[in-house]
């Protein structure tokens, strides 16, 4: 074999471990099936299917208070009517919409630790994207020790949006790993 056949190699198998470390972080990642908790928190962008589930656990009787995290971008909030659309009308249920500062999970995740201590929830249930929730997992858990269960939101995800999204996590993973604290 030579040089360049070599290098192939190495690239291939460079790549199928990257995929392979990667599949229990963003395509199984350990999650919930949903509970009771006191409220559920949709993180943004919060696309339909999030907010099925949310709704679907308040028509179930597993909470009664849904947090929506969505942007104030009018080109952001095109991508998501239903949540504007909950955010924006009167609900049978408690609905909490905002965007946190910063609009990151970062943010996100102050933003909740915030509500829990002004609302006083023992339990809160997270809904995002299945790659998205391992490290949603870890950001949140330095923010708040309480009771977080995260529910997986089973959005579609083509193969260039599953590319990216390895990708995207695993920076902002390495970012996790530097930054501290919540």
């Known amino acids: 074999m030579g040089r360049l056949g070599k290098v192939l190699l190495a690239l ?15 395509v199984y990642p350990a999650h919930d099936e949903p509970r009771a908790v ?40 095109a991508w998501v009517p239903q949540a504007v659309e909950a955010c ?11 965007t946190p ?11 909740l630790r915030d509500l829990q201590e002004e609302h006083g929830w023992e339990s809160v249930g997270v809904i995002t994207v299945a790659p998205h929730i391992s490290r949603t997992r870890v950001i949140m858990g330095r923010c708040w020790d309480g009771d977080i269960a ?9 193969f260039e949006l599953w590319v990216q999204q390895y990708l995207y996590q695993t920076a902002a993973f ?9």
Do not use: H
């Open 12 to 26: 291939v198998a460079a790549v199928a471990a990257f995929v392979l470390v990667g599949l229990p972080l963003y």
């Open 88 to 98: 924006e009308s009167p609900q049978d249920y408690t609905i909490i919409c905002g």
């Open 150 to 158: 995260y529910f997986e939101s089973g959005e579609p995800l083509w």
């Open 174 to 182: 390495a970012k996790v790993a530097v930054e501290r604290g919540c």
């Open 38 to 77: 006191d409220a559920v928190y949709v993180l943004g962008s919060p696309m339909n299917m999030r907010m099925d589930l949310a709704e679907q656990m308040v028509a179930d009787g597993l909470t009664d208070t849904v947090v929506v995290s969505i942007s104030e971008d009018p080109a952001e909030r």
């Open 101 to 111: 500062d910063p609009f990151t999970t970062r943010g996100e995740a102050r933003w």
